[in-house]
């Protein structure tokens, strides 16, 4: 079966520090990979996407950047942290075709201060 | 990005209670999927639906892809404490390959 795994699940930092959030995904090959953040209000925002090694796409211009150095593991980064980049931060697959679902893992608090 | 319309966005119901909550959109989705979020944690998939109409269930919880293909409800029957939590919905399009999440509704089970 596929699992999804995230990490650090809790982190602080102060601003200006750099950030590196990674995701892996187990039992499935050539996925779709997700970052999202989850402000307070709910709604989950698409922050980067990936079909393939070193393929991003970047829904929103920001501090962050993303990175896939291997097929199931993708890379959520920051030279320099900002206090909005504080929140909840969740990777997703998803495998294009068979029944276009998406899962996520369990998520990461960043706290900047 | 595109959000879903999800309604209602809280709900407080007595324990045993059924619970409707629904999702609409102005676009045709292919795909409908629901999921429950706890604090901290990652949203959890529940039901996923692939075709205009389908009615699926999953223990106490039923989920229904709309005919028009541009709503879907979830159902939950007899709701007990451990069902607290925000509720998403999601949609797929081919257009793109994106998906589109509601801004969820937030349960609380009054025992």
């Known amino acids: 079966s596929q699992t999804i795994h995230q990490w650090p699940a809790t982190l602080v930092q102060p601003v200006g520090s750099p950030l590196s959030l990674e995701c892996t995904v187990e039992?499935?090959?050539?996925?779709?990979l997700y970052w999202y953040r989850q402000a307070a209000g709910r709604g989950l925002q698409l922050l980067f996407y990936?079909?393939?090694?070193?393929?991003i796409s970047s829904e929103v211009p920001q501090n962050l950047s993303a990175s896939r150095p291997q097929d199931r593991q993708f890379i959520l980064s920051s030279k320099k942290l900002l206090l909005s980049d504080s929140g909840f931060y969740l990777c997703?697959?998803?495998?294009?075709?068979?029944?276009?679902?998406?899962?996520f893992g369990e998520g990461s608090w960043l706290t900047v201060v | 990005g595109q959000q879903l319309n999800q309604s209602p966005q809280s709900m407080f119901i007595q324990e045993g209670e059924d619970v409707s909550m629904n999702c609409t959109s102005s676009s045709i989705f292919n795909t409908w999927l629901w999921y429950k979020q706890d604090p901290g944690e990652g949203p959890v998939l529940l039901i996923a639906?692939?075709?205009?109409?389908e009615l699926t269930s999953n223990g106490r919880l039923t989920a229904q892809f709309g005919i028009t293909r541009k709503d879907s409800f979830l159902n939950i029957s007899a709701s007990i404490p451990s069902d607290v939590g925000i509720y998403f919905c999601?949609?797929?399009?081919?257009?793109?390959?994106?998906?589109?999440f509601g801004t969820g509704t937030s349960l609380t089970v009054i025992p």
């Open positions: 997703a697959w998803s495998v294009t075709g068979f029944g276009n679902t998406i899962y």
């Open positions: 990936s079909v393939g090694i070193g393929q």
């Open positions: 039992g499935t090959s050539n996925p779709n």
């Open positions: 639906l692939y075709k205009a109409g």
């Open positions: 999601a949609g797929h399009k081919w257009t793109g390959n994106q998906f589109y």
